[in-house]
């Protein structure tokens, strides 16, 4: 399934470097204190120029693509490799494919894409039972590890747990009552 | 392993053996994989896109198994260091050797390049902490380990050893500097212990856990203190540098901070910011004016509370990235060989693969003095 706003990186008009590269001769100074030593992404990035010939850059073969894949609007389309774990589905991935409509820059899409996995991690477990799979939470959450290394605090914790559980069943059969 | 949501996983043995996807590819069989203190934020829920079913793991070694018809280094049966960071190698960051920024390795942001087993945001791999991984653009980043590395030493180089030394190379030392570090986990430990390297005058580590300082403190020859146990760490360390701060300070903590009631509620309580950033406020305000603040700790995406003014006012210069690990690998190659750094001294929890929640669990609760979890798969040692 190909993804929305697919267009290849290839038709990138070049305006940015076409405007960068055009001459300077009519601004007084120009380039007159340029410094090649002031470089404060040393030694992290080695410079060699490569920023301006991005637009023709050597590029891989394109991964087939043969799920849905969701890409970044920043981006006119997606990367040449891309990862194929759990593609978009059910309600999480109506709200993921509602997040990439926005740009990184905004809340929307970090707040939808948290929202989404919180559904998400609903869906696993409809998904389990649907499976035959009960959800071993013991298992799942280390908690035998916590028996093994902090035994009292997993007591206290078990036994705070089922206080407050048995107070809001107790309050909430009251009020049934009332 | 299988992620099921929040503080949940699962050792999922139906996961299919990953097939080659692009000619550019090689399927991986993992011999020793490692919890990454990043791994941590995806287990807490705290990394949006981090989806049901997907495997963590950016930090592992192995061996190659089969490789796509356009890989002409690797070949099957070598024993290779795979870096953390996907890279092509031809885009214009990769290029100039910003591997972790690659530009053809991740369509879902392009805040950041592709990363193994790190949520839809790093390009949706599946992760290392399994038996088999695919390994995307293999003639680039991975590295055969060289002959009688250790296997520990070489899983360390995949991403702790290169953060905790970009942390350190990042801070610009000059010899002599005063160096704070913020967080002594594993990537602030190699950090302390990297800032020797650079020429530190003097190295200070702070952090909430004794056992971690005590470990520190031994480890990487440097100054320990507990901010529990201080009115205001900011005060300490400026009484501590002849109240002008120090030359150079690196966030070695990132989103999942202690320290501040209001940076945890509003940024691990409620995600009303990503993450809480307790360690970058320190680190801002006890720097000098004109000092170097290092971040290398993880932050989600969003936003974060910082003191831009301070920032600002200060003149502090601010210098921050993933590590490019294939840039530093033949430099600490030489480290780890001659003995100057000695990685696999940080593991302290050895577990097979198969109890990884339990790993989770210990790792991220700081359980029985954890440091670093090591995970071996069933398979690890076939021939």
Request: with cysteine.
């Amino acid at each position: 399934m190909e993804t929305k706003n697919k267009k290849e990186p290839d038709q990138i008009s070049g305006i940015d470097r076409k405007i960068a590269e055009m001459p300077k001769d009519h601004i007084p100074g120009w380039g007159i204190d340029a410094d090649p030593e002031n470089d404060p992404t040393y030694p992290m990035k080695i410079w060699n120029g490569a920023d301006y010939q991005r637009i023709n850059y050597e590029k891989p073969p394109q991964q087939r693509v043969k799920m849905e894949v969701l890409h970044s609007i920043e981006r006119p389309g997606i990367t040449r490799v891309f990862g194929t774990s759990t593609p978009p589905k059910g309600l999480s991935g109506s709200i993921r494919r509602w997040a990439y409509k926005y740009s990184e820059a905004t809340t929307a899409h970090w707040m939808g894409l948290i929202l989404a996995d919180r559904v998400n991690s609903v869906e696993g477990i409809i998904d389990d039972l649907k499976h035959g799979t009960i959800p071993n939470f013991f298992e799942e959450r280390g908690w035998s590890a916590e028996w093994k290394y902090n035994r009292a605090g997993f007591i206290k914790n078990a036994l705070t747990g089922l206080l407050v559980t048995s107070a809001v069943i107790v309050l909430c059969t009251k009020k049934n009552r009332k | 392993m299988n992620y099921r949501g929040p503080f949940r996983i699962r050792a999922d043995r139906d996961k299919p053996v990953p097939q080659i996807e692009h000619p550019y590819d090689a399927i991986v069989r993992v011999t020793r994989s490692l919890i990454c203190g990043s791994d941590l934020h995806l287990y807490h829920g705290m990394v949006p896109d981090t989806r049901v079913g997907m495997t963590f793991g950016h930090e592992f070694t192995g061996v190659v198994e089969e490789v796509g018809s356009g890989v002409q280094k690797l070949k099957v049966g070598d024993r290779v260091l795979v870096p953390f960071n996907i890279a092509c190698g031809t885009c214009p960051f990769c290029k100039q050797e910003l591997y972790g920024n690659c530009h053809e390795s991740n369509p879902e942001a392009t805040a950041v390049g592709g990363f193994f087993g790190y949520a839809h945001i790093a390009g949706g791999y599946d992760g290392g902490q399994a038996e088999y991984v695919r390994v995307p653009f293999a003639d680039v980043s991975p590295t055969v380990i060289p002959e009688g590395m250790d296997i520990e030493d070489a899983v360390l180089l995949t991403d702790v050893v290169p953060t905790g030394y970009q942390a350190a190379e990042m801070g610009g030392i000059r010899k002599g500097d005063t160096v704070v570090v913020f967080g002594a986990g594993p990537v602030g430990i190699m950090a302390a212990r990297c800032a020797w390297l650079f020429g530190a005058g003097r190295v200070i580590v702070i952090d909430h856990l004794d056992y971690r300082l005590e470990f520190v403190k031994n480890y990487a020859y440097c100054e320990a203190y507990n901010f529990k146990e201080m009115d205001d760490p900011v005060v300490f360390l400026k009484k501590q540098t002849d109240w002008f701060g120090a030359d150079v300070c690196i966030d070695a903590v990132g989103c999942d901070a202690s320290g501040s009631a209001l940076q945890t509620i509003t940024g691990k309580k409620l995600l009303l910011q990503a993450g809480s950033a307790t360690a970058l406020h320190w680190a801002v305000n006890s720097v000098k004016k004109g000092g170097i603040v290092s971040v290398i700790g993880v932050y989600g995406p969003p936003f974060n509370m910082v003191p831009m003014g301070s920032i600002m006012n200060k003149g502090i210069t601010l210098r921050t990235n993933q590590a490019s690990v294939k840039r530093l690998l033949p430099k600490l190659i030489d480290h780890v060989m001659s003995g100057r750094l000695n990685p696999k001294g940080i593991i302290t929890h050895r577990l097979p693969l198969e109890e990884i929640s339990d790993a989770y669990h210990i790792f991220s609760a700081k359980r029985d003095n954890c440091i670093k979890p090591l995970l071996i798969p069933p398979r690890a040692n076939l021939a």
